[in-house]
Nanobody, 116 residues
């Protein structure tokens, strides 16, 4: 059974940093796309960043220059390094993987709260 497990969320002050991790297990040997979404209270879920198997990346404009997505294919893990965090980054962050076309999985989410 495929499992997608996020970690690394928490409470941080504005300007601080956090690193999210997402580990995929359960028989997945290659993943086309790995991404991070977030959903703030009362808002729709939005794509934050994603990374393809070849290494190309995509970011939402609001995090460009502050967040960095990376992946370790040997560990089936994707990371999101978040720097210069702002209160508006507060949300539940979800890991999303696409092993192949028309197949995807979500993690359970990890809370990120940016507050003084």
């Amino acid at each position: 059974q495929v499992q997608v497990v996020e970690s690394g969320g928490g409470l941080v002050q504005p300007g601080g940093s956090l690193r999210l991790s997402c580990v995929v297990s359960g028989g997945i040997f290659s993943i086309l796309r790995m991404g991070w979404y977030r959903q703030a209270a009362g808002k729709q879920r939005e794509l934050v960043a994603d990374i393809r198997s070849g290494g190309s990346t995509n970011y939402v404009d609001s995090v460009k220059g502050r967040f960095t997505i990376s992946r370790d294919n040997t560990k089936n893990t994707v990371y999101l390094q978040m720097n210069s965090l702002k209160p508006e980054d507060t949300a539940v962050y979800y890991c999303h993987i696409v092993p192949q076309v028309s197949l995807d999985y979500w993690g359970q989410g990890t809370q990120v709260t940016v507050s003084s």
